[in-house]
């Protein structure tokens, strides 16, 4: 693939040009090679529990539906040999072991699951995205983790003309790991069947509720609903022969439920009855009603929100970031982020390099046009990865919800749609981390993710 596929892109019909142009290298027809680490950090203070059974559940996918052989896949986690645990040496040697020999044709992936963190070598700077190797939990700092031009520079630099590599960080702070110049960020799901049958329901009743208020006003201001001088007994009877709903549990207004389900009325104040109120809640019933009438109207698929562009130099351009590390929830997660240490020297006293920013001048240059390079990010660069019991397991919510997408499209899924799927399913398991993809050209995410084509 030269570079005319890139130079007649331009319009619907260059576009279908250049497709037929890099369909012809979507095929993996060379060697397949995986390095995959997991990290669960045993007997430390910064333990994960589903690492181990990522990267497992990876190489069970590779090699039983992408062609892998297992002599060709490198583990490095601490099930393995006490040569192979993930130190940062081994981590670094695993990624040359992975690129040695690579040539157009082949395919090669990359799988991490730890923890990931930030490193701030100058608080002028944006922080430095890294991953965090076993030997870090105890070792200084940023001699003992990996920096996201370290990865860069393994990953990315070397990759051959042809040679496609797949990378997944399943890890805090991860979007921008790669410093790629494209990435895909789906923000919000599509409609599923489950996910609208919820919101409908959701608005049925607040629709429902309003408009109970509604009537009763309007049946009261116009002498319908004969309230005067009645007592509870006979204003339970009347409400009940009108048909207003009875309603149990916490009264507004700051009444009490004195277990009638009529409660919400009775504790009803006079203000509401003026004209100005009941215009008021009249409006919400027009809002609720118009927003029940979207949501019916919607399509499951409908409705997914996606980012497609350079999203390291648009973080650089409004840097805000919110470094709240707060979960709520009632299940058994914990986090996949690694704060970094605190540092006991001033700042003007660091002997550290400046923070790298992707060189994305350099990925600017035609050299790096050709590069076939996918990596998806578990998270965005101000979120965190769950490590979760999931179906019965520990492991991570974004390698769970990727394989359950890749199953659920016969494992031929290209990148578009791969993501799209990957974003519902994290949703449907109530998980609220927003997934990335990176590449080094738009068209990238129209192949099929690993060169697996459907039939």
């Given at each position: 693939?030269g570079?005319?596929?890139?130079?007649c892109?331009?319009?619907?019909d260059n576009?279908q040009?250049?497709m037929?142009?890099?369909?012809?290298s979507?095929?993996?027809?060379g060697?397949?090679?995986?390095?995959?680490?997991?990290?669960?950090?045993?007997?430390?203070?910064?333990e994960?529990?589903?690492c181990?059974?990522?990267v497992?559940?990876?190489?069970k996918v590779l090699?039983?539906?992408?062609?892998?052989n297992?002599?060709?896949?490198?583990?490095?986690?601490?099930?393995?040999?006490k040569e192979?645990w993930?130190?940062k040496?081994?981590?670094?040697?695993?990624?040359?072991?992975?690129?040695?020999?690579?040539?157009p044709g082949?395919l090669?992936?990359f799988?991490?699951?730890?923890?990931?963190?930030q490193?701030?070598g100058?608080?002028?700077?944006?922080p430095?995205?890294?991953?965090?190797?076993l030997?870090?939990i105890?070792?200084?700092?940023p001699?003992?983790v990996?920096t996201d031009?370290?990865?860069?520079q393994?990953?990315?630099d070397?990759?051959p003309?042809?040679?496609?590599a797949?990378c997944?960080?399943?890890?805090?702070h991860?979007?921008?790991?790669?410093?790629?110049?494209e990435?895909?960020v789906v923000?919000?799901?599509?409609?599923?069947a489950k996910?609208?049958?919820m919101?409908?329901?959701?608005?049925?009743a607040?629709?429902?509720s309003?408009e109970c208020?509604?009537?009763?006003y309007?049946?009261v201001?116009s002498?319908?609903?004969d309230?005067k001088?009645?007592?509870?007994?006979?204003?339970?009877q009347?409400?009940?022969k009108?048909?207003?709903?009875?309603?149990?549990?916490q009264?507004?207004n700051g009444?009490?439920?004195d277990?009638?389900?009529?409660?919400?009325l009775?504790?009803t104040k006079l203000a509401?009855?003026?004209t100005g109120?009941?215009?008021?809640v009249?409006?919400i019933?027009?809002?609720?009603?118009?927003?029940?009438?979207?949501?019916?109207?919607?399509?499951?698929?409908?409705g997914a929100k996606?980012?497609?562009g350079?999203?390291?130099q648009?973080?650089?351009d409004?840097?805000?970031?919110?470094?709240?590390?707060?979960?709520?929830?009632?299940?058994?997660?914990?986090?996949?982020?690694l704060p970094?240490?605190d540092m006991?020297?001033?700042?003007?006293?660091?002997?550290?390099?400046?923070?790298d920013?992707?060189?994305?001048?350099?990925l600017?240059?035609?050299?790096y046009k050709d590069h076939?390079l996918?990596?998806?990010?578990?998270?965005?660069?101000?979120?965190?990865?769950a490590?979760?019991?999931?179906?019965g397991?520990?492991?991570?919510a974004?390698?769970?919800?990727?394989l359950?997408?890749?199953?659920?499209?016969?494992w031929t899924?290209?990148?578009?749609t791969?993501?799209v799927?990957?974003?519902g399913?994290?949703?449907e398991?109530?998980?609220k981390?927003?997934?990335?993809?990176s590449?080094?050209?738009?068209l990238?995410?129209?192949?099929?993710?690993?060169?697996k084509l459907?039939?």
């Amino acid at each position: 693939m030269g570079n005319v596929a890139f130079a007649c892109c331009n319009g619907s019909d260059n576009r279908q040009e250049a497709m037929r142009v890099l369909a012809s290298s979507a095929r993996v027809v060379g060697a397949k090679k995986a390095c995959l680490v997991g990290i669960n950090y045993r007997k430390t203070r910064s333990e994960l529990r589903g690492c181990i059974n990522d990267v497992n559940n990876t190489q069970k996918v590779l090699v039983e539906q992408y062609g892998f052989n297992v002599d060709d896949i490198l583990m490095i986690n601490e099930d393995q040999a006490k040569e192979n645990w993930p130190t940062k040496q081994r981590i670094l040697e695993g990624m040359d072991w992975l690129y040695k020999g690579a040539k157009p044709g082949d395919l090669l992936v990359f799988h991490y699951s730890g923890h990931g963190s930030q490193y701030n070598g100058d608080k002028k700077t944006m922080p430095s995205d890294v991953i965090c190797p076993l030997d870090c939990i105890d070792g200084p700092w940023p001699s003992t983790v990996i920096t996201d031009s370290e990865i860069h520079q393994k990953l990315y630099d070397p990759l051959p003309k042809g040679c496609k590599a797949v990378c997944l960080f399943d890890c805090c702070h991860s979007a921008t790991v790669a410093n790629l110049t494209e990435t895909m960020v789906v923000k919000e799901g599509p409609l599923t069947a489950k996910k609208k049958e919820m919101m409908v329901k959701r608005l049925q009743a607040q629709k429902d509720s309003v408009e109970c208020q509604v009537r009763f006003y309007n049946e009261v201001n116009s002498g319908k609903l004969d309230v005067k001088k009645k007592s509870k007994a006979e204003l339970y009877q009347l409400f009940e022969k009108h048909s207003f709903p009875k309603k149990t549990g916490q009264i507004s207004n700051g009444g009490v439920d004195d277990g009638s389900g009529y409660s919400y009325l009775l504790n009803t104040k006079l203000a509401a009855f003026c004209t100005g109120s009941v215009d008021k809640v009249s409006a919400i019933l027009a809002e609720k009603e118009q927003a029940l009438k979207q949501v019916q109207s919607m399509k499951v698929g409908d409705g997914a929100k996606i980012y497609i562009g350079n999203l390291e130099q648009d973080l650089e351009d409004s840097y805000e970031k919110n470094n709240s590390r707060a979960v709520t929830t009632d299940r058994e997660i914990r986090i996949r982020y690694l704060p970094q240490p605190d540092m006991d020297i001033e700042d003007d006293e660091r002997s550290v390099k400046p923070v790298d920013r992707g060189l994305l001048g350099a990925l600017k240059s035609e050299k790096y046009k050709d590069h076939q390079l996918w990596v998806f990010s578990g998270c965005q660069d101000d979120q965190t990865s769950a490590d979760a019991h999931v179906e019965g397991i520990y492991q991570g919510a974004f390698t769970w919800a990727l394989l359950k997408a890749l199953k659920g499209d016969t494992w031929t899924a290209d990148y578009r749609t791969l993501m799209v799927q990957l974003k519902g399913n994290l949703e449907e398991g109530r998980y609220k981390q927003v997934p990335a993809l990176s590449t080094t050209h738009e068209l990238y995410l129209d192949f099929s993710f690993c060169g697996k084509l459907k039939d």
